[in-house]
């Protein structure tokens, strides 16, 4: 018997390293969205006409861990948002030590 699989899109400004704790937290697997080459090149010259960026996608045998997930996600990614304003402060000073 197959064992039934659900998927979760996640958000494409969710930073990787949050999804990937995720995944490893509550044991599910990583994929992204299948591209369609339509959408992203033009088929005369090769060059990208967009700027298209897969979604990854969690992949996980049951619904319940897929939303403890989304909400592990979503927490962290809030937390994350609220201190970029200080790693960035942090980071611009030690920038500005190694030039001196």
């Known amino acids: 018997m197959e064992e039934k699989k659900y998927a979760l899109p996640i ?3 969710v ?3 949050i ?3 995720a995944a490893e937290k509550f044991g599910l ?3 992204q969205e299948k591209a369609n080459s339509d959408d992203a090149f ?3 010259t ?3 006409i967009r700027d298209f960026v897969p979604r990854m996608i969690l992949i996980g045998d049951s619904p319940e861990k897929l939303l403890a997930a989304k909400e592990y ?3 962290r990614h809030e ?3 609220e201190h970029l304003e200080e790693w960035r402060t942090r980071r611009r000073m030690q920038i500005l030590g190694k030039s001196k």
């Open 42 to 44: 033009d088929p005369h």
């Open 73 to 75: 996600i979503d927490k």
């Open 19 to 21: 999804v990937f704790e």
């Open 29 to 31: 697997q990583v994929d």
């Open 46 to 48: 090769g060059f990208p």
């Open 79 to 81: 937390e994350w948002i």
């Open 11 to 13: 958000p494409r400004g």
């Open 15 to 17: 930073t990787t390293g």
